[in-house]
């Protein structure tokens, strides 16, 4: 993300989003039209017209097929966006990220007053010479995340789509296990499920393989370990889970589009 902020509209039919990825800023991702299945971390939600998806930075997710024509609005921001003014009220308006509810779903007013709120922040965005764009971004943006940061707090849990409990369990176990050796086969066996019913199952409920999945949890955690330890690569490496220094470098490069060393150098300079 080259800015502080980001918006951008798409229009497409069953297509889902073309790979797996998390990144280190805030998503909302709000529907116009038709509808969606979006898996984040270890929960899939049902995404129709007129409902937001709220994701957290570094989380996992990905859209599946929703097997008809779809109209979307995603916003990006990071942190410093929000927290130049409005740092004492920072808790409430990234409130819908952080609650067990990712998604609101709005009445036909509400729908209204967020798509205007939407194509104000497009025509903003659009327009890189105008005066103040940063700031009316902002204070767009901020009443997006009010609105939805009071309606999440008088809603009920929104049911999420049921996923199948043993992948559930395997998810969980691999989040708690990715710097182990890990491999579809001695997984679907922990679990009692043959590792070709394991790998469909897998696919269906999340969109990712078991291969992408594992490495997607252990190169996440080696990025946070460049940030916040001076541990060397090749003992990061080793920690995350792999044994060969070459394959992590290659996996590294293949996620963040960048080098493990270059990434490192990236973050010493902000």
């Given at each position: 993300m080259e800015e502080d902020f980001q918006i951008n509209f798409a229009r497409a039919d069953n297509v889902a989003?073309?790979?797996?990825?998390?990144?280190?800023?805030?998503?909302?991702?709000?529907?116009?039209?038709?509808?969606?299945?979006?898996?984040?971390?270890?929960?899939?939600?049902y995404v129709k017209k007129?409902?937001?998806?709220?994701?957290?930075?570094?989380?996992?997710?990905?859209?599946?097929?929703?097997?008809?024509?779809?109209?979307?609005?995603?916003?990006?921001?990071?942190?410093?966006?929000?927290?130049?003014?409005?740092?004492?009220?920072l808790d409430l308006l990234l409130s819908p990220f952080l609650n067990s509810n990712r998604i609101v779903e709005l009445n036909n007013m509400e729908q209204n007053y967020v798509e205007n709120l939407l194509f104000q922040m497009k025509n903003e965005y659009n327009d890189r010479n105008r005066?103040?764009?940063?700031?009316?971004?902002?204070?767009?943006?901020?009443q997006l995340l009010l609105l939805t940061a009071r309606k999440n707090a008088e809603m009920a849990d929104v049911t999420y789509v049921p996923m199948n409990k043993k992948i559930y369990e395997a998810i969980d176990y691999c989040n708690a296990h990715f710097m182990k050796p890990l491999t579809m086969e001695g997984v679907s066996a922990n679990f009692y499920i043959s590792s070709f019913h394991f790998s469909r199952?897998?696919?269906?409920?999340?969109?990712?393989?078991?291969?992408?999945?594992?490495?997607?949890?252990?190169?996440?955690?080696?990025?946070?370990?460049?940030?916040?330890?001076?541990?060397?690569?090749?003992?990061?490496?080793?920690?995350?889970?792999?044994?060969?220094?070459?394959?992590?470098?290659?996996?590294?490069?293949?996620?963040?589009?960048?080098?493990?060393?270059?990434?490192?150098k990236l973050i010493k300079s902000k």
């Open positions: 989003m073309p790979r797996l990825h998390y990144h280190n800023h805030f998503e909302i991702y709000y529907l116009f039209a038709g509808e969606r299945y979006y898996y984040i971390e270890n929960r899939t939600y007129g409902s937001m998806i709220f994701v957290n930075k570094n989380h996992i997710h990905k859209t599946l097929d929703g097997g008809k024509l779809h109209e979307r609005a995603v916003v990006y921001f990071n942190d410093t966006f929000l927290e130049q003014n409005h740092g004492r009220d005066q103040g764009r940063s700031i009316f971004f902002q204070s767009l943006l901020v199952l897998f696919k269906r409920y999340t969109g990712f393989n078991f291969t992408e999945y594992v490495n997607m949890l252990r190169i996440r955690e080696a990025q946070r370990l460049l940030r916040e330890t001076s541990c060397k690569v090749i003992e990061i490496a080793e920690q995350v889970g792999y044994v060969n220094i070459t394959h992590f470098n290659r996996k590294f490069k293949e996620i963040t589009m960048m080098s493990p060393m270059e990434y490192k």
